[in-house]
């Protein structure tokens, strides 16, 4: 079921056949519409149609005329293309060149039309563009409009406006519509001083118009109601485009604008701007189409301008279906969908002609939308096309229609089949037809109604086939039969059939009468129902059939009669059906045959106009009754005009009484009865000859146009026309057939039509017509030519001069007689009545020429002017532009603003004289003076329109004038305009200014009046400027103003700084202003006790009765003053408090009768330890109290002996201080022992130091026999024994020393000893301290005055990061300053910096070891610029004869405050400049100038970010106000030249010498900068080693003396291995001795002390202390190095301590020849003191810059100074220097080299290193000699003689006894002290150094253990090499013989021979360092071997760092 009601489906919805017939037509371009275009140029047109295949493609005009080509004017190329050239006017022909064009394509498939083109050409004629005046009130919209004729409306727009000759942008208040109008918003009253113009363009030919200038007139405000300005009209525009609905009013109050649609206000659309303008819509819809108001209301009425817009869609055509293919007879149905804007028309075309409604053709639908094709016939076939057209917009479609014959046929049917009742079967019928047939069905002859059982489909396929199921359910017996199927269109049928047999009991169905027509095919079917059945048979009159050849009896029981006949086949039918064997049954039919009509044959015989026709129709044989009928060419022939129908019985004739053209045609005679209808048709011709309906005639033709040659004739067959053409006026000799093209053609009516008449054209023509009936006729005619008047020659624009004759010719030709008229504009110029125009003509050939003279040429002239040529065949014109040169019209001048010493100017140039305007002049005088003493300005760029008249003398009365130019000449001088010049301030500053201070805060100022003709008015009173001038200060003047008393002023300033020095500036004033200001002069205020005490004072304890008091000085602003000294006052506060216990104790046997204690110092001292008290007791003596013994607070062991051997003792420790003593350790028992185990009296525990000390770990041990020591350190799983090497050391008492200690270095220690008796070990966890790593540093935001940093620090080194410091400086300068920044901040902001300067900052961190790895330097600039002039500003405000005033404002500080402005000037060829300080915050003024001289003038302003220059030159006028001339001496610029190369030379040379200095020093500075980085870790640890605490007392009696040097950044530290123990923070050194377990006390031994500080300010040149003054005998070479160093020592601080220890035995000294050890003679001695020299531990500020160039350089020549020092004052004559350990700066513990005991060896081994790096040596002098202490004080011989010499005593000196004055006084000057030490409160104060030193008068010291182990320290040396060169020749050092007390193991060495020979590279000598060239220059007298053995307990360790 669902399968029938698909098909059901399906056949409803098929009932037409589109076919795809190929794409054979289309469009390139069907919006192609209209052309337009310029007859200059031309235009090319593609055809808009194509097709495929190629297609033929024509152009036609829009009438239908076929267009032909023009030569030179119109051409229709091969491919359809349509070209029109360029013409002249005189050329146009509307016709051709603005006319409607269309274009067909035409193929098989059919033809199409293009819509119509317009296709306009426009050619350059006259117009011009005008803008009228306009008023508006003040504030309100002023609108101007551009005026374009209608004629070129269409194609002239508005591209800009102008102002005043300059072009207007639209923005603020100026607006410039989508219309071209131009708007003024906020009305000014200035808006009404210029002159307003439109600019238009044309669009076709690019040509440009000027307007002419319209004015604003600009009243005030007045009440009104509103008036619309600018409103809109009803106008359409397309969907999708931008609409501007212009609507603005004026009135006042300004008007309310309220917009409205349809009457209600505009809906909320981001497409709706409201503008100035109007309303501007844009993306439109056509729902935006409506009524609009614009309402303008105020408080006085309103106004309001209404529209209709209209928004149209483009129109859209859609013809379906588009490819039709249908058989002939169907109907055709086209629908042609339009969308778009109503009211369009619709016009249908087949195959490009107009389709009219006929019988087969109607066009319906309410716009012609759907065109009906009934029957359509093989004609119908082809293109059609719906056209849409509404107003301008056209648009169509097309279809392609295709007929064919389509008589149905059967192509694919159904055969017989049995099937049983009730089981289901289908029948398929396909038939194919055009249109597609219709397909029914019938069974047994009766149509087979649809029902439940009965059900049939019916669809169509793509080829058009059309297939038909009849469907049959459950059928029956009744439902077997003869199925047939019938398909039918309007062409005709077809028909199949066949049997269906349902089985079941046979029977026969009643059979109905059958009617056959007679001679045609009759089938009569059997109705047999039910099946099966044996046979079917067929009888007639008892005849068992077929019985004759036309009869045929089918298997399916059908019987056939071929052509019936009457007679014969007429009767009774019996159709008998066996159903068995024996039985039949049967049913009749009866047979009717009807005959049809029969007509005979009939012939139209040949006619001729004039006869007689009959022509009978006879019907010979058919039934009757017969009616018969004549038809005309398918018409129905009515009796009547000559024409007569007869009919009868069986017959019927035609006569006609008078035969004639309109009776040819086709006759048709039809006959009809019951059986059928027939005809037969004929035609009559009758035949006419040829004849002339119209002869042609001779004619005249008119050149350029259409003509048509007429002639006409009739004739049937309708005559062939053909025309012939003989060139020529004479005899035609010979006819040629005329060439049919485009421009000649034959009319339908005969006609000979030449388009396009040319001369060639000329001659005999002859019209022949024939038909073949009778002879040819002709007739011949001649065709003249008449040329029409043409302008062939004329100037199309041309210039003449005012004044001066001009002629115009205008050159033409054509049949004469020829007129030439001339036009002015649309005036007809006649000479006679305007005598200043003369016509004059000539022939020239067959050329008329006409001149048109202008006598003179006049403004009015600037016209266009036109000749018109005329004759009797044409007229013709040609244009002439003409423009009229002359100077300009003046302009018109206005003046602007007049102020003191200037006034502006604005002008409007009205006509230019018709050239441009090339420049003004303005000129202008006194008043009272002629215009021959006037002032001018020349040449002024004519872009501009105002300018301003400077340097005019305040209240003066002026006369101004002012000329144009422009190529033509110079104007007439425009309207005087007089001015007068307002007051100004004062040009000259007040006389006479002096300053005295009064108090401390105040200065009296007195002046007096400026100078009478300077004062330009009343002088009203005086500003007074003051500011301070000490460093820090802001530089601003503050201001105050007294009122004028007379010409003598005096004023005191009050509430100043004290001690502050003051500018002080006054200014006078009058009611225009202030004038200038004086000189600035100086004056201090008076001094005053200081406001602040001193900063940072500091207080730190040295020893219990010595503590050092440093401070730092007030702020220099609180001193006010010159500080004199300080005054020190101190007094007690706290006492010592009593100790706690011993943090251990620790007691061993150590023999039979002794034990061994020891303990460590307290945890609490609460104090200074003056000594320790061991108690023992034995509770089984009997003895009550304790035994006592006490040692020094250094000793931390104590051996008791006399103990009983067995007996066990009690042991405790106590401490005491100055309070008494502690609280006792823990008790501990121990019992001696006969033979003593090894034990170890040392505590272990932590030890955490510094990186890069040494550090010992004690290991004393005690037992019987004495036990052997061993050190390790644990390594992960294993103990490594600690090996002796230059980094470690096992003394002999067990204590392990490690040098210079690293990172590696920590770990844990162990300390075992062991003996026969036992073992004993301890544990020591060793922590090293390094100096944190470098911070990575950023710059995160910079301002004018500020530098925000941000850093990350880096790893801490194993101590918590204390702090940062941070260094800057400015970027061209190695003066760092320190910030010092709290641990926890990781930001810091720069604040007070200078304005737009770079700087140079870098960052390292603090920890308990020092301060780390500095940081990259890195750059920022803070913001800013250095000052610039602006040019908008004028310089000078104000100039006269004798004065001139400048504007300083013009200096843009460019983001810094200007700091000075320095003005120098000077007469124009002299020398001498003249100069003037200044601040940019007004005016200056230069006074007593020369009277009308040119100056000179430069000027320099200067901020933080630099200095910016200006020059300039100006010239005072003549005594009576006049102008100069600039200086035009060639002679005066000649010496300019050579003063200038006088001066220049040396100038330059010097320059080029400070260049090639400065690119010398650069360089050096890099090397040093390179070398020093390289150096900077070195620094950074040398410092940290040296930073020393003093928080532990010093242990022991002091023993080596050394001598402190403090060297900025940069240490050298030489020193006694025995004296030093501890570095302290404050400026001073402690002498201690390491008294190791010596308890002995040499009372004896004392110290001395002096320090002195040298400021860079105070020691400006020079060392600190020049040895080379002061030590005899000094190394020349050392001399020189000292002082060549003496150049930068200016540049730092430094601090040098000098500290003198006498001890009983000599120290080790250096000696400053640095000679070997021994003589020849034997071992030498020398006795002297021994010094120290190292850094000042003031670590904030002895680690800065270490990477600084300068710096490190000057530090290098400090080092190589002290050395030296340390040399000369030590004396060591001789010793032996051995080089024993060299490492990397970068933590590395790798051995770079070892030395020997070899001099020479030792110094060639070290190689220079690559990397800074630290190297030790050893000095071994001889055996030291005791002697008294007089001869070991180093004192300059000189000094010893002369005791007198006090203040240049060396300081160390000035501290001996032996040079101190008896009275106690000082004879040197006093230095204000920063610093003071005091000891035993003892006030003894050396106004001499700066440093406070008190000392008693004795103190018990220890004396150095013979045998003590030496200790190294480090300090700093740079990589350089170190040269030791040979001494010169002859000199020998002295070498005292040994003596008999030196002991054999003392070293010695022989002397090596003197040499003369420079050292060799390479060699022992080779140079190994130095400062500068040489860090230490030495020389020995030769180098010998030393014996390794030497060096013994006399050896000492220094460290060169």
Same mark, same amino acid.
């Given at each position: ?130 803008? *009228?005046?306009?008023? #508006? ?224 053709? #109607? ?98 396929? #793509? ?359 001339? *036009? ?69 001048? *206005? ?67 002012? +000329? ?244 066990? +003792? ?219 002039? #602006? ?571």
């Amino acid at each position: 079921m669902w399968l029938v009601t698909f098909l059901l489906l399906l056949d409803s919805l098929h009932k037409a056949r589109p076919e795809d017939v190929g794409t054979s037509l289309y469009f390139v371009n069907d919006s192609l519409q209209q052309v337009t275009f310029s007859s200059s140029v031309g235009v090319v047109v593609p055809c808009p149609a194509a097709g495929s295949p190629s297609a033929a493609l024509r152009w036609y005009l829009a009438t239908g005329d076929d267009i032909y080509d023009v030569p030179h004017i119109r051409h229709v190329h091969a491919n359809g293309t349509l070209q029109l050239y360029p013409f002249s006017p005189s050329a146009f022909n509307s016709f051709i060149h603005d006319n409607d064009y269309f274009c067909t394509a035409e193929n098989a498939a059919g033809k199409i039309r293009s819509p119509n083109i317009r296709v306009k050409a426009v050619f350059r004629e006259p117009y011009t563009v005008r803008v *009228e005046d306009q008023r #508006s009130m003040r504030g309100n919209v002023a609108v101007f409009k551009c005026l374009i004729p209608s004629s070129v409306q269409e194609y002239v727009s508005v591209v800009s406006w102008e102002k005043d000759t300059v072009s207007i942008i639209p923005e603020n208040r100026f607006f410039i519509t989508y219309h071209g109008g131009l708007y003024i918003s906020d009305v000014q009253k200035e808006d009404a001083l210029s002159t307003y113009r439109c600019i238009t363009k044309h669009k076709y030919s690019g040509e440009t118009r000027q307007s002419n200038g319209a004015r604003l007139s600009v009243t005030d405000p007045a009440e009104s109601i509103p008036t619309i300005l600018d409103g809109f009209h009803s106008q359409e525009v397309g969907a999708g485009h931008t609409v501007e609905l212009p609507c603005t009013a004026s009135g006042y109050p300004i008007p309310a604008i309220r917009w409205l649609k349809d009457g209600r206000p505009l809906p909320a659309d981001s497409r709706w701007t409201k503008r100035i303008t109007g309303l501007t819509i844009s993306d439109l819809r056509t729902e935006d189409s409506g009524t609009y108001i614009c309402e303008v209301t105020n408080t006085f009425g309103s106004a309001e301008a209404t529209g209709i817009l209209t928004v149209i869609d483009p129109l859209h055509v859609t013809l379906t279906p588009k490819k039709l293919k249908t058989g002939i007879g169907s109907t055709v149905i086209l629908s042609c969908a339009l969308t778009g804007s109503p009211e369009f028309t619709i016009r249908w075309y087949r195959n490009t002609e107009l389709v009219l409604p006929d019988e087969a053709i #109607s066009i319906r639908g309410l716009s012609n939308e759907t065109l009906l094709i009934t029957s359509a016939q093989k004609s119908h076939s082809g293109a059609y096309q719906c056209f849409a057209t509404r107003k301008a917009q056209t648009a169509q479609d097309f279809a392609i229609i295709a007929l064919e014959d389509g008589t149905p046929r059967i192509v694919s049917s159904f055969s017989e089949k049995v099937v049983n009742p009730g089981e289901q079967f289908s029948l398929m019928c396909a038939a194919k037809g055009a249109p597609p047939p219709t397909v029914t069905w019938a069974l047994d002859d009766e149509p087979i109604v649809r029902d439940g059982s009965h059900r049939t489909n019916q669809y169509t396929m #793509s080829d058009g086939t059309t297939i038909s199921h009849m469907n049959v359910t459950g059928p029956q017996i009744r439902d077997g039969g003869v199925y047939r199927c019938t398909a039918r269109n309007s062409v005709g049928s077809a028909e199949y059939q066949a049997r269906i047999n349902v089985r079941g009991p046979p029977s026969i169905r009643a059979m109905r009468n059958i009617t056959a027509v007679a001679g045609r095919d009759t089938l009569i079917n059997c109705r047999v129902i039910g099946y099966p059945y044996y046979s079917i048979k067929w009888y007639k009159d008892a005849l068992l059939l077929p019985d004759n050849h036309r009869q045929v009896v089918f298997e399916n029981g059908t019987l056939k009669l071929t052509d019936v006949q009457k007679g014969m086949d007429e009767g009774e039918y019996l159709c008998s059906v066996l159903i068995q064997p024996q039985l039949s049954i049967s049913q009749s039919v009866h047979v009717a045959v009807k005959v049809p009509p029969l007509i005979q044959p009939f012939e139209f015989p040949p006619a001729s106009i004039g006869q007689l026709l009959y022509i009978p129709c006879v019907v010979s044989s058919g039934d009757m009754p017969i009616r018969i009928t004549w038809r005309k060419d398918g018409q129905v022939i009515i009796s009547g005009s000559g024409v007569t129908i007869e009919s009868k019985e069986f017959m019927s004739s035609l006569q006609i009484s008078s035969v004639s053209l309109k009776h040819n045609g086709n006759y048709t005679c039809i006959a009809s009865n019951a059986a059928a209808t027939v005809s037969r048709e004929r035609q009559l011709i009758v035949r006419v000859p040829p004849r002339f309906v119209v002869q042609p005639n001779n004619q005249d033709g008119i050149y350029g146009k259409a003509g048509v040659l007429n002639c006409s004739v009739d004739g049937y067959p309708p005559p062939k026309v053909m025309w012939k053409h003989a060139k020529g006026s004479g005899n035609p000799q010979q006819y040629h057939p005329v060439p049919l093209t485009g421009r000649i053609q034959i009319l339908p009516n005969s006609s000979l039509l030449i388009r396009h008449v040319l001369e060639e054209d000329i001659g005999y023509y002859l019209c022949q017509a024939s038909n073949g009936v009778g002879t040819d006729i002709s007739k011949s005619m001649f065709l003249t030519v008449k040329i029409p008047a043409m302008i062939t020659s004329h100037p199309n624009t041309t210039i003449a001069i005012k004044g001066h004759a001009k002629e115009l010719n205008c050159t033409a030709r054509g049949e004469r007689p020829i007129i030439i008229r001339w *036009e002015k504009g649309d005036t007809v110029i006649d000479p006679d009545r305007v005598m200043r125009y003369a016509i004059a003509t000539k022939d020239n050939g067959d050329e008329v020429v006409s001149t048109l003279k202008l006598k003179p040429a006049d403004r009015g002239d600037s016209v266009f002017f036109s000749c018109h040529a005329i004759n009797s065949y044409g007229e013709d014109r040609g244009l002439i532009q003409l423009t009229v040169q002359e100077p300009p019209d003046p302009p018109e001048l *206005e003046i602007r603003e007049v102020k003191a010493r200037s006034m502006n100017l604005r002008w409007t140039q009205r006509f230019d004289g018709n050239s441009i305007i090339t420049g003004f002049d303005i000129e202008y005088k006194n008043k009272s003076d002629s215009w021959d003493f006037k002032q001018s300005t020349r040449n002024i760029s004519p872009t501009i329109n105002q300018a301003n008249i400077v340097d005019l003398h305040p209240a003066s009365v002026y006369s101004i004038r002012m +000329y144009s130019f422009n190529k033509i000449g110079r104007s007439e001088p425009s309207k005087e305009l007089t001015i007068s010049t307002e007051e100004a301030a004062p040009d000259g500053p007040p006389m006479d200014v002096t300053l005295q201070p009064v108090t401390s805060q105040s200065i009296q100022v007195t002046w007096k009046a400026p100078k009478k003709e300077l004062q330009n008015g009343v002088i009203r009173g005086y500003q007074i400027g003051y500011r301070e001038n000490s460093p820090g200060s802001n530089g601003q003047y503050s201001i105050v103003e007294m009122k004028a008393t007379g010409d003598s002023e005096v004023y005191t300033l009050d509430n100043l700084k004290k001690f502050a020095q003051y500018g002080v500036v006054v200014q006078a004033f009058n009611r225009a202003g202030t004038g200038p200001s004086s000189s600035e002069i100086n004056a201090t205020t008076l001094e005053d006790v200081p406001s602040q005490p001193p900063e940072n004072v500091r207080a730190l304890s040295i020893t219990s009765d010595v503590a050092v008091i440093s401070w730092s000085e007030p702020p220099r602003s609180t001193l006010n003053g010159v500080l004199k000294g300080y005054r020190v006052i101190f007094w007690s506060l706290y006492v010592d408090g009593v100790p706690g216990p011993p943090a251990g104790i620790k007691a061993v046997p150590s023999s039979a009768s002794s034990v061994v204690v020891s303990w460590l110092p307290p945890t609490k001292p609460n104090g200074v330890i003056r000594k320790y008290t061991i108690f023992c007791s034995s509770p089984g003596s009997g003895q009550p109290a304790p035994s006592e013994y006490e040692t020094s607070p250094e000793q931390l062991f104590y051996r008791i002996a006399h103990l009983n051997r067995g007996q066990q +003792y009690l042991l405790w420790v106590a401490a005491v201080t100055s309070a008494g003593r502690g609280n006792s350790s823990e008790k501990v028992t121990i019992e001696p022992a006969g033979k003593a185990p090894a034990k170890i009296i040392s505590f272990g525990g932590t030890v955490t130091t510094p990186w890069m000390k040494d550090v010992r770990l004690p290991c004393n041990s005690v037992g019987d026999p004495a036990p052997a020591v061993k050190w390790t350190k644990d390594s992960e799983d294993s103990a490594i024994p600690v090996s002796m090497d230059g980094h470690r050391l096992i003394h002999t008492n067990g204590t392990l020393l490690l040098r210079a200690v690293k990172a590696e270095d920590s770990g844990y220690y162990t300390c075992t000893a062991t003996n026969t008796g036992g073992f004993d070990t301890i544990i020591v966890n060793l922590l090293v301290q390094v100096p944190p790593d470098q911070p990575r540093l950023t710059v995160s935001k910079t301002s004018a005055s500020s530098i925000t940093l941000t850093w990350i620090p880096g790893d801490n080194g194993g101590s918590s990061i204390r702090g940062f410091v941070l260094q800057y400086s400015v970027d061209n300068s190695e003066e760092w300053k320190d910030v010092f920044i709290s641990s926890s901040e990781r930001s810091f902001k720069l604040d007070s910096l200078k304005c737009g300067t770079w700087y140079k900052v870098k960052l390292a961190a603090k920890n308990s070891v020092g301060s780390g790895r500095i940081s990259e330097i890195i750059e920022a600039k803070t913001h800013g610029r250095e000052p610039s002039f #602006s040019k908008d500003q004028h310089l000078f405000t104000h100039i006269n004869s004798t004065h001139a005033r400048l504007n300083l404002q013009g200096w843009n500080n460019g983001g810094c405050p200007i700091t000075a402005i320095v003005l120098e000037y000077r007469p124009k060829g002299t020398w001498a400049w003249q100069g003037l300080r200044a601040n940019s915050s007004g005016e200056v003024f230069l006074t007593e100038l020369r009277e009308a001289t040119w100056y000179e003038l430069r000027m320099r302003a200067c901020n933080s970010a630099g200095c910016g220059n200006e020059t300039a030159q100006f010239a005072t006028l003549d005594y009576d106000g006049s102008t100069i001339p600039p200086i035009k001496s060639a002679q005066g610029e000649g010496d300019d030249v050579k003063k200038l190369f006088t001066i220049g030379c040396p100038v330059i040379l010097a320059t080029l010498g400070v260049a090639l200095l400065f690119i010398v020093r650069k360089k050096r500075k890099e090397k040093r900068l390179k070398r020093l980085r390289d150096a900077k870790s070195l620094a950074e640890m040398l410092i940290s080693k040296n930073n020393r605490s003093f928080d532990t007392p010093v242990k022991g009696p002091p023993q080596g003396p050394r001598l402190h040097i403090d060297i900025p950044r940069v240490q050298l530290l030489i020193e006694d291995k025995e004296g030093i123990k501890q570095l302290g923070d404050d400026k001073a050194t402690i002498p201690v001795t390491d008294a190791e377990f010596s308890q002995a006390v040499n009372p004896q031994s004392f110290c001395t002390g002096v320090s002195l500080h040298h400021p860079a300010l105070i020691q400006s040149t020079g060392p600190l202390i020049d040895m080379s003054d002061i030590r005899p005998g000094t190394n020349p070479v050392s001399r020189k190095n000292v002082k060549s160093a003496h150049s930068t020592r200016n540049r730092y601080s430094s601090q040098w301590t000098l500290t003198k220890c006498q001890a009983s035995t000599p120290a080790r000294t250096l000696t400053s020849d640095w000679r070997t050890v021994g003589s020849q003679h034997g071992v030498t001695v020398t006795e002297s003191d021994s010094y120290s020299a190292s850094l000042s531990q003031d670590t904030d500020k002895g680690r800065n810059s270490m990477v600084s160039t300068e710096s490190a350089s000057s530090t290098y020549e400090e080092l190589a100074r002290a050395y030296e020092h340390a040399k000369l004052e030590e004396q060591l004559q001789h010793a032996k220097f051995e080089i024993t350990e060299c490492f990397i700066s970068d933590s590395s513990s790798d051995q770079m080299t070892t030395g020997t005991n070899e001099n020479a060896d030792s110094m060639t081994s070290m190689s220079t290193p690559s990397e800074p790096g630290i190297c030790r040596f050893t000095a071994s002098p001889p055996k030291p000699q005791d002697a008294d202490r007089g001869k070991n004080v180093a004192v300059p011989i000189p000094h010893r003689a002369n005791k007198s010499d006090y203040c240049n005593l060396p300081l160390y000196a000035k501290s001996e006894a032996f040079f101190r004055k008896a009275d106690g006084r000082e004879p040197c000057p006093v230095v204000p002290p920063r610093e003071a030490s005091i000891r035993n409160l003892a006030r003894t104060y050396h106004t001499q150094a700066r440093h406070l030193t008190l000392d008693p008068a004795s103190k018990p010291l220890g004396l150095p253990h013979p045998g003590a182990p030496a200790a190294a320290s480090t300090a700093t040396l740079p990589q350089r090499t170190l040269a030791m060169p040979a001494p010169p020749a002859g000199t020998a050092p002295p070498a005292p013989g040994p003596t008999p007390a030196e002991p054999p193991t003392a070293p010695s060495a022989a002397p090596p021979a003197p040499s003369t020979e420079p050292p060799r590279a390479g060699g022992p000598h080779t140079k190994m360092g130095g400062s500068r060239d040489s860090l230490l220059e030495m020389s020995t007298s030769g180098v010998g071997r030393s014996q390794k053995q030497g060096a013994g307990a006399y050896s000492k360790s220094y460290t060169l760092v």
